[in-house]
């Protein structure tokens, strides 16, 4: 069975971090492209960044380039988005997905909350 458990969400200031983590279990990591989306009230699921099985390929969403940095550790199974200079509207679930072939998977996500 496959798992995709998010961690270090919270609450923090505008102009603040945190670092998000996916630990994956019941698949074969090394394989899966990874990715976090967020879903803010109201709103669809977007997506926030991407990488490659090997890391070498990064992808980002416009509003948060050079702001959040993906991540990722294969020997730990272990996906990381760590966000920096966040703002209020980077309020959101986050969720973290991984993706190889057709085989699609999401965590149940965890809160990030940014004030201001």
């Known amino acids: 069975q496959v798992q995709l458990v998010e961690s270090g969400g919270g609450l923090v200031q505008a102009g603040g971090s945190l670092r998000l983590s996916c630990a994956a279990s019941?698949?074969?990591?090394?394989?899966?492209?990874m990715g976090w989306f967020r879903q803010a009230p109201g709103k669809v699921r977007e997506f926030v960044t991407a990488?490659?099985?090997?890391?070498?390929?990064?992808n980002y969403a416009v509003d948060v380039k050079g702001r959040f940095t993906i991540s990722r550790d294969n020997a730990k199974n272990t996906v990381f988005l760590q966000m920096n200079s966040l703002k209020p509207e980077d309020t959101a679930v986050y969720y973290c997905n991984a993706n190889w072939l057709l085989r699609d998977y999401w965590g149940q996500g965890t809160q990030v909350t940014v004030s201001s």
């Open positions: 019941g698949l074969t990591f090394s394989t899966y492209g």
């Open positions: 990488i490659s099985w090997s890391g070498g390929t990064l």
